[in-house]
Structures are given as structure tokens and as C-alpha cells.
């Protein structure tokens, strides 16, 4: 009590701005404890807001009826809000971000044809095009939307998921223009879909600072074209010809990018000379997302990396996805000091068997990724160990690795342990093979080394390759796989020699869906073998409740 006696001496303005720090939790207890703070924290309290614009079931069921009646319920039910916020002003004047989803827009009544080349049948196709529905909302239902939006007059972040209606064509968010500083622009396109998202309503929306969308056509570069003071860019593109090059050079005026991010993208990157430095000269972090796991999505990085060394532009935050030799060479160079180093080594196909198996127990070649490095990947992670962490052992602070690492030999030991200034390691997709080793050179690395993250292989489910398809994992089967990960991390052992005699307790070991862990030793003989216990505070039942809440 004594705590909330001192916050009801605080004025009006100072309690605003305490409350506009804390999060929505500790906003709840102090409405709920003291009811003279009720006023002051409510405006605080509903920050985001989920509106979803479904009106009704595309489910081709007989239980249709029953879906289409709940789905028009629920619209009555946003309809009434929105028409009553002016009585609720605490619910909506303080939003700061507003999501905006229309699930099930598109139903799929007929899925085009393939034949045995994986050629679509021009019958099919057009059959399925006929068949899309184009939803189109009411001027008086878009009216509405309209008068919603525009009445959060502090709102700073929009996530527009709205594909294909007639909504962008005709709502104004011009009155949002002062205060919207993020827009978030997700498509969700059909199998095979011809439709194109429109992007015309934010055309007025000039004071953006974060920017993400997926170019599609040309109406696109003709809607998102002045954005001055961009400084935060995610970009992508399902457009066979049009790119990156093409969205800049369509820049009324030129905006210096802080943060560039190119997810996977089958489109070109290579920005012109004269176009790179207006854009790229301020850049901090540069992160290509490959979140494809086929050669054919992952975003190029050559051209890019070939204008970065040419203009000698050196982010301060890289993360690449497959290396390449100009990416080598562009990180060999000594004017670069990273602070944060992401690198993602992609798994091969290879008809190699794993070790101990016998001829013919394996999946066929083209459907087993090899766990090996293979080429110039071997290549790369031998540079990397031997030149490219040592160059960096004064500045890098994060280093994140995902894939097919070797850590074998001394040259990861010797690198990590220049790292003077490394606070963070984290190792992903990886075996228990490389466990071992890796908890090994993380208790022997470089003082400042606080905290090390690993993400277990849980082997769940088969590999995704072109044309074939596999069923999710069930959650019961990733309880089991976890529990199953979890009692072999906790049977592995260390010897004095892998572990050292001075072993760090400040280290914080941390396994994803496992928990936190401590080395300790089994006995007090010299030769005592080590073992990772886990901290009582972090269990595996945690894990377990939120796959069950969260099945995704």
C-alpha cells in the first residue's frame, strides 16, 4: 500500500507517463487494486486492437448454415462497437497499433490441375479463376471503417491485411497521415491466384517510417511512392520482372534507410549506382531472410553486396542466408566492425549415406537433406573461423548460426575466445553431436560471454521438398520428441578436460524448449565427469502448456 500511496501523490501528467511505460499486466492489477487509478490507467491499458472483416463462412459443409448465422452475428457485434465508441472513448482514443484481418476470403472450390511435368492445365485455371470470389463492402459499411479508423487519433502502427476488395479504392486514412509512423502490408494470395492487392487508400500516408509490403504489379509502385522519412524497409516481391530496383527508381523522393530487410524473393536486386548511395549510405542493418528452405527463394545477395563494396557501406547488423564468395569477400573486409552477425548455412541434397547406416535403409537422395557442409560451404566456414570472427573480436556482441556448422578443430575455440567483446551465441537447428561440442567451447570462450542459446533438432515430421507434401506434427508428438530431447541433453557428459578447471558460473545456458541449464560436476574426484541439470525455475511442462494452448 504504501507503493500506491506514493502514486496518488503524482500528478495527472506524471502519472500518464509512468503508465505509458508499464505493460498491460501491471496496468490491469493497479485498476483492479486501487479504484482512484482506474481513470488515469484505462486510457493506457488497450494499446492494440484485432479487427477481422470476415462477414461470413466460405465452408463448403453442411453445417454451412449454422457458420454463415454465427459469422453474421459476430459482424453485428463489430458493427455495434464501432457505432458505440464514442461512449467507450478509453477503448479506441489510445490505440496504438490496429490490425486489420479478413480471414477467409478466398475459397477454393476447384484447386488448378498439374500434369506430370507440373504443368497447370489452362482448363483448370480458368475454371479456378472463375470461381474466386471477390468480396465488395457497402460505401456505407467502408463509411464506417473509415470514421473508426480515423478516431484513434494517436494510432502510430497499421497492419492492413485486405487483399482483394474494394476498400483500398475507396476508404480515406489521410486524417491517420500526422501520426502513423509503421504500415504493415500483408497479401495472402490463392493457389494460382491472378489477383493483385491495391494500395491507393495510402497514398497520404507520407510520415511513414516502417514499411512492409510484397511488390505484385505496377499499380503498386504508382500508390507506394513517397515515403520520405522511411527509415525501416521489409521488402519482397512475387513479381516475375519487377524488383527492388524498380520500387526505388519509383521514389518521388529518395529516403535513407536504416534497416533493410529482403525476404525470400525470386526477383532481382541489383540497385543501379546512382540509385544505391540515396538509399543505402545511412544503412545500420541489413538482414536477408531466407525463410524458404528451396535454392529458388532464398533472396540473392550478390548484386547487393557487389554495390556495398563498391560505395563502402558497412552495417553495423548483417544476417545473410547461403553465402556466397562476394559475400565472403564483402566480410573479409577490415574497414567492417559488426556488432551483430547472423549467418544461416543451408543443408545440401546429397546421395551420401548418414554415418552407420546401411546400403539402402536411407530415403532416397533427392528427399534427404545432408547434414554436412558441402563445397563452398566448407570453404566459407573455414574462413569464417580463421578470418572473420578474429577480424571482428573487438566489436561483435551477437553472433546467431543456423544450419550445417563444423566445429571441429581448434579454430572455433581459438576464434570465440578473441572475442573480447561477445555476449550473446546462439546456435540453431542444431544436433546433439554439436551440443557437446559447442557447450564445450562456450565454457572455455571469452569472459563477456553472458549468455548461449541452442535450438535442439527435434526431427519432427519428414524434409519439404518440390511436390511433396507432409501432414503436421501432432502436439502429442512433439511432447514426446521434446521429452525425448530433453533425457538425452541431460545423459550427455563432460569431461575436466572439455570443460576446463575454472568453470564460469556467470554462464546462462539456455536450450529452446528445454529450458535453462547449469554444468555441474558429478563428483569431487579430479576426473569427474559434468553434466547439464536443469534450473529449477524453467521445466518441460512449461513448454508442454503453451504447445497446448498454442498448437502453431
Known sequence: ?????????????????????????????LRLTNSALNAEASPVLFRTVVLSLSSRSTVRDPLDAFFNKLADERTRRKITAMERRHSLPFLFENVRELRLDCYGLYAEPCRPLVNSNGEVLDTSLSLFKNNLPVYSYTLDRIRMLQDFLCSMKNLQSLRWNIPVSNIAG?????????????????????FFSPMTPRYEAFVPLCNITTLTFELSDTRSLNSL???????????????????????????????????????????????????????????????????????????????????????????????????TVTCLEYLL?????????????????????????????????????????????????????????????CSLQRLVLRGPWDLAGMAPR????????????????????????AVSLAVKATPALRRVRFSLNLNIGGPRSAGVWYRAPSIDMSKQRIQERS???????????????NHPDRLNLEIANLGSFSLVPLTDSQSRPWRLVAKPTVAVDDMEKSLTASPS
Open 487 to 501: 533425457t538425452q541433453v541431460k545423459n550427455l557428459l563432460w569431461t575436466d578436460g572439455e570443460v576446463g578447471t
Open 170 to 190: 475507396s476508404i480515406d486514412l489521410s486524417p491517420l497521415a500526422p501520426n502513423l509512423k509503421e504500415l504493415h502490408l500483408t497479401f495472402r494470395r490463392p
Open 225 to 323: 511512392n513517397h515515403f520520405p522519412k522511411l527509415t525501416c524497409l521489409t521488402f519482397s516481391s512475387s513479381h516475375k520482372s519487377l524488383g527492388l530496383p524498380d520500387f526505388l527508381a519509383a521514389q518521388t523522393v529518395p529516403f535513407k534507410l536504416k534497416k533493410f530487410i529482403l525476404k525470400s524473393s525470386r526477383s532481382r536486386c541489383a540497385v543501379s549506382d546512382d540509385l544505391f548511395p540515396l538509399f543505402f549510405s545511412s544503412l545500420e542493418t541489413l538482414i536477408f531472410d531466407g525463410t524458404g528452405t528451396g535454392q529458388s527463394t532464398i533472396p540473392k545477395p550478390d548484386p547487393f553486396f557487389a554495390s556495398m563494396l563498391k560505395h563502402g557501406i558497412h552495417p553495423r547488423h548483417l544476417s545473410i542466408s547461403r553465402p
Open 414 to 437: 581459438r576464434a570465440l575466445q578473441s572475442c573480447t567483446a561477445l555476449e550473446y551465441w546462439e546456435m540453431k537447428d542444431v544436433q546433439l553431436v554439436t551440443l557437446r561440442r
Open 1 to 29: 500500500m504504501a507503493e500506491l500511496s506514493m502514486l496518488m501523490n503524482f500528478p495527472v501528467e506524471i502519472l500518464g507517463q509512468i503508465f505509458k511505460l508499464c505493460d498491460g499486466k501491471t496496468l490491469k492489477s
Open 333 to 393: 573486409l577490415p574497414n567492417n566492425k559488426f556488432e551483430s552477425l547472423t549467418v544461416k548455412i543451408h543443408p545440401h541434397l546429397c546421395s551420401a549415406l548418414p554415418v552407420g547406416a546401411e546400403p539402402g535403409s536411407a530415403l532416397p537422395a533427392p528427399q534427404r537433406p545432408c547434414r554436412l557442409a558441402h563445397g563452398p560451404d566448407q570453404e566459407f566456414i573455414a574462413a569464417f573461423w580463421e578470418k572473420i570472427v578474429p577480424s571482428q573480436a
